[in-house]
Each structure stands twice: as C-alpha cells, then as structure tokens.
C-alpha cells in the first residue's frame, strides 16, 4: 500500500547546525506514528517541514505520494495541533473549529453540521459559544484538536500537545487520543520526548537522536529488543551489561561479565568470540532469592537500596566489583533488608543483546 | 515635638502635591466657571450666572463648521495614520527583512522632533512637490504625526501575540492575507482602537503644524485664537470648555480600552 507520508533523503540545516540529517521514513494510513526523542533531537522541525512551514535543503516530502516539499502550508492537506493550542482567542470555540471548514469554502449549513459532530465527539457541545480563555486546559485542548480535525486532513501533526497538561489530565488526555484516532480512523504523526506517552498510544514509533532516525518499530520490538544504548536507556528503566563474547551455541550466547559466564539470545546478531557486546537486562525480568537459583544467570549481591513503590518494590543490588544492578520485585517475594546478601537471576530468553558500536577490538 | 519633625518630609510631600493638583486644575476652572459668566467680559467677580453663551455658541455657524472641518481631518489622519502605522507595524516584526531597526527609528522620528521644526519642514516640503496648502496638506502633516504613535502601540501588542496564531492560521488554509485579516488584526483591535482615539486627539488639538500648512478655512483650534486675538469674551470659554469635556471624555475612554486590552 502507498504510504501518506514519506521523508526522501531529508536534511534540514540552520547555518552549521543539522537539525534533521538524511531522514528517510514512511508511514502508512491509520497509523498512530510518534517521533521519539531527547530534546532537541529534530522532532519539531520535522514535523513543521512536513506541515509546509520549513523547507527541506535537500531532499523530498511526499504526501499521498504526491511531492510537497516547496508547497506552502496554506495548501497542504495536513494539520497542526501546536503545543500551546494556538487557538484563536477572538473566537468562540466553534468558530475556531469552523475557521479550516470556511476557508475550504463549505456551506453553513455543513459546516455548522461538521462543528457540531466534532464537539460532539469530545462532549464540547455546551461550549460552543465560550471564548478559549474560558476554558481549561484539557477543553482547549480538544479544541485545538477538534480544529485541526475539522477540514479532514490526511495527516494530524501534533507537537508535543499534551505537555502543558498535569500528569493525571495527560494520561486520560492520551487514552482520549488513542481513541479518537481509532474512531476517526486517521493517520496521526505525534512528536514527543516521553516515553511513556510513546508507549501508551503508539502504533510505531520512531525513536531520534541528533537529527536521525535511532530505531523504528512497534513499542514491544522497542523495549524488547532495542537496537542501541541510546534506545534501551530512552525507553523505560534498564540495566546494561557489557559483556566480551566467549562462544556461541545455536541462538544463544555465552558472555563473560562480572567475572561469571551469563548467556543471552543473540537477537540476530552473529557474534564471534571476543566480540564486546550489552546484554540488556530490564528491571522487571530479574528475580531476587535467598537461595541460589537452578537454573538461569544468576550472581550473588548485597542490597544497597530497597524503596517501597506500593505496588512493587524497586531494589538496587551490588554484585561483584560494584557494579549496580536495578530489579522490580513484588513487595512480599524480597524480604531482606539493606546490606543483606540475596541472590539475582534471570532467564537468558528475557535478555537482547546490542553491539558495543564504540569497542575497539 | 518630635512626631512633627518626623512627618515633615511626608507632610511636605503632600503639600506639594496638592499644590501642583491645584496649579493644574485652577486655570482649567476658571474657565469654565466663566463660561457661565452672565456678563460680556471676563474677569471677577461672577455677578449672574447663564447658560447663554453656551445657546450662542451651539448656534454659531463658524464654531460648528471648524468643528466639523476638524472633526473630518482628524478622521482621514487618523485612517491613514492608523493604516501606515500598523503596516510599519508589521514590517517590525516580520522575519527576514532587514533594517528592522532603522524602520523603527525613522517611523518614531515625528514623535521627537519638535512641532515647529516639522511644521516647517512639511510647509517647506509641499512647496517643493507643489502642493497646496490646505485640507489635504493638513491631513498630510497630522498623519506624519500620529504615525509613530500607532506603530509603538501596534508593536507592543503585536509582540505579545502568541507567534503560533498566524502559522495556525496558514495551517487551516489561510493564505497571510486572510490570516492577516482574519487573525492578526482582530488580535490588534484593542491596540487600534486606542491608538485611534489618540490620533483623534492628536489632530484636534494640532495647532502649529495646521497653521504652516492650513488655507483659508480654520479648524477648531484656529477659529478659536483667531476670536482670543478679537479679545476675550465667555463665548470662547464656553467653546473651550464643550472641547474639553468631549475630548476628556475621548481620552478617558481611550485610556480604559488599553487597560482592558492589557489586562485581557
Ligand atoms: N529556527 C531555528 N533556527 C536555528 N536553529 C533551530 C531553529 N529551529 C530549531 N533549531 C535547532 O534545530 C535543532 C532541532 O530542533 P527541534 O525544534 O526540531 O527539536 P525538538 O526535537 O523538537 O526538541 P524539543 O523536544 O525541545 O522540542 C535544535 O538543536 C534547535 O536548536
Ligand atoms: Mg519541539
């Protein structure tokens, strides 16, 4: 199928600085897509190039698989939810909404039935005479979004728009989302530096680092098997091993770390002996015993830190030479306290490995 | 004893603001008490008191012309002050264009430089470009005026306007000239508005740049030194005085729009 939106080769500089280097990234309709990334990284100015409002220096932007690349915003067929709503603050909330529907040159009467819907849809309808300045956070945020859903684009660019909301308004904000997306069945590229919100609403999502693409994929692949240091400390809380390759046997690995033998999937890669490669070890995967464990890695600790999270524990255990290693236990399994001997293991199967890319051997 | 020297700086300080409130305000009473004045000269002590000045005034055909002829210079000033000021405005904070200070400086340059110097240079200029002196010469010289004081007013509010609006506009199918209209000029409206009242008040009162560059038809200003060098009589207070409450009345709803703008 013809992808909506594709970047061909783009670069986007400002004097000396690449924003966005030789981006190449296509996304398919009815996709939930979010850019991912540390501040800075090129996210916006992606998503203002595709809206029409920077210019590529080289490079295309396809859209329907026709090219954008010089065609002014006005006559894009996309539409921006900005971080701050810009909402226009002479306007009551349906003629914010109804603003994209008159310039496209509908009748009152549609238009006037597509606002109408559209308030419907986020439960508005009592507000359609307020002023944005009446409103609060959450409502003027699904103004603005309503507004750009409005004239039907084929892509909704959202920057960022749940970042001036309190932490409880923007996880309900993001289910909200997710849904209108369903519902409304429309291609959503999202831009985000949280993780968390990446993972809640994500179809795919496209991790970035320094103006280019780190790693693609759906939100499991990426905590599962990230492909970089960089996306396995992005995404979620994990613990890197770095480990020298001492055999292979089949799909599985044999690493020395530590100054113990662990093994771990090799998540195709192809290893070979002497290789230095990261095991990367979620919190979660570990388990935490009195006993030494039969079967699995496994290595002996001391506590260093226990917190109580209510419903787990985070625990921080020393092992070997100092080196930390951080497990989420259930509260009642890990009764030892600080400075206690206790035993960690895990499965090799719930392990990936990542190639060390700055070894040299 | 000693309280009383601690307050004195304090007891002064007021002293002399009831001073200077009384300096203010005193001249402008004895005028307008005289206006009511039941008698042809002005001067104390009040004998009668009348409202007939004020009935031969509102009947005075030259008064209620120079009334109407400022009132109608002071509206095309104000337009095009308004229409260049905005437009400099603009031209302030658009991106990529250079110079942006130098714009700034040359449309605020009228603001500073003394009225008689620039009634001159107008009176000096239209002669050069054969222009008569008159209505149009004079609208031209108000406007060069008020210009500097839309621009401040427009760039303030213009700097304050969220820089998201106008691509949001673009966004949803604007091309810049109904975002201009549709989103730009309503945000700047509370601005407009009260730097168009104070254009208004600009031009009525201009006496010195309308008598270098006015024919033979007097504004408002102009009938009424022409009637004080006829010597003084109640009617020109009373004239003064309708001028003053109206303007006052202006200037104060000029003032409360601007507030209200701000606080917005
Ligand atoms: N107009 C501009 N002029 C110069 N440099 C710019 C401009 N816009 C962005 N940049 C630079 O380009 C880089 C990428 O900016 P961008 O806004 O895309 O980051 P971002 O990923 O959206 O970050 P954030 O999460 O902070 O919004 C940054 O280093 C930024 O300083
Ligand atoms: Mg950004």
């Not at chain 1, 090219?67 to 006559?75: A, G």
């Not at chain 1, 979660?284 to 787990?312: D, M, Q």
Request: proline content about 5%.
């Amino acid at each position: 199928m013809q992808p909506v939106v594709q970047f061909d080769n783009v670069t986007k500089s400002y004097g000396k600085h690449v924003a966005v280097e030789n981006l190449n990234l296509s996304i398919e309709a009815g996709k939930f897509v979010t850019l991912l990334g540390p501040s800075g990284c090129g996210k916006s100015t992606s998503l203002r190039m595709l809206g029409g409002f920077e210019t590529p220096n080289s490079g295309r932007i396809l859209l329907g698989g026709k090219d954008v690349t010089r065609v002014p915003p006005n006559k894009r067929n996309v539409n921006i939810v900005f971080q701050d709503y810009a909402l226009f603050p002479h306007m009551s909330v349906a003629k914010n909404i109804a603003f994209g529907l008159e310039l496209k040159g509908l009748d009152n009467q549609r238009i006037h039935r597509r606002v109408n819907e559209l308030l419907e849809l986020v439960q508005l309808q009592d507000y359609a005479k307020r002023l944005p300045s009446e409103l609060s956070g959450g409502q003027r945020q699904r103004v603005a979004l309503m507004r750009a859903l409005a004239p039907d684009p084929e892509v909704l660019l959202l920057d960022e728009p749940l970042s001036a909301l309190d932490a409880k308004l923007r996880q309900q904000m993001q289910i909200e989302l997710k849904s209108i997306q369903e519902k409304t069945g429309k291609t959503f590229m999202f831009v985000t530096h949280d993780q968390e919100e990446a993972l809640t609403m994500s179809d795919t999502i496209v991790v970035m680092n320094k103006g280019k693409i780190e790693q693609m994929g759906d939100p499991n692949t990426l905590y599962g098997r990230p492909g970089s240091v960089f996306v396995a400390n992005f995404i979620g809380e994990t613990n890197l091993l770095r480990s020298t390759v001492v055999g292979t046997e089949g799909e599985t690995a044999a690493l020395s770390w530590n100054g113990i033998t662990i093994k771990a999937a090799q998540g195709g890669l192809t290893p070979k002996a002497g290789d230095h490669l990261y095991v990367v070890l979620r919190p979660e995967a570990i388990h935490c015993s009195a006993a030494e464990p039969t079967s699995g890695n496994r290595i002996k600790g001391k506590i260093r830190h226990r917190v109580f999270k209510g419903n787990h524990t985070s625990l921080s255990v020393e092992v070997g030479d100092g080196t930390m290693l951080n497990a989420l236990v259930h509260p009642s399994d890990v009764t030892q306290l600080n400075g206690e001997d206790i035993w960690v293991g895990w499965k090799p199967e719930t392990t990936t490995v990542i190639p060390d890319r700055h070894a040299h051997n | 004893m000693r309280n009383m020297f601690a307050d004195a700086p304090r007891t002064s300080l007021t002293a002399i603001y009831w001073a200077f409130l009384l300096y203010l305000l005193l001249p402008l009473t004895l005028m307008m008490a005289m206006s009511f004045k039941d008698a042809n000269f002005v001067a104390f002590p009040i004998g009668e008191w009348t409202l007939d000045w004020y009935a031969k005034v509102m009947q005075d055909k030259q008064f209620l012309e120079a009334c109407l002829y400022s009132v109608m210079i002071a509206a095309c000033s104000t337009l095009a002050a308004t229409t260049l000021g905005t437009w400099i405005a603009m031209l302030i904070v658009a991106e990529g264009i250079k110079g942006q200070i130098i714009i700034f400086a040359l449309a605020c340059l009228p603001a500073v430089v003394p009225g008689m110097i620039s009634a001159i240079s107008l009176r000096i200029f239209i002669s050069t470009i054969d222009m008569p002196t008159g209505t149009a010469a004079i609208i031209l010289g108000h406007t060069v005026h008020a210009v500097p004081f839309v621009v401040v007013m427009a760039l303030t509010r213009l700097r304050s306007m969220p820089g998201n609006l106008v691509d949001a506009a673009r966004d949803l199918g604007a091309d810049s000239v109904v975002a201009f209209f549709r989103v730009t000029l309503p945000y700047l409206k509370p601005a407009l508005v009260g730097g168009m009242i104070f254009c208004v008040l600009l031009s009525i009162d201009d006496f010195v740049r309308t008598f270098f560059l006015g024919g033979y038809r007097p504004t408002l200003p102009m009938l009424i030194f022409a009637k004080v060098q006829g010597g003084m009589s109640p009617e020109i207070n009373a004239m003064a005085t309708l001028v003053l409450v109206v303007t006052a009345a202006v200037g104060l709803y000029a003032e409360y729009l601007t507030r209200r703008a701000r606080t917005r």
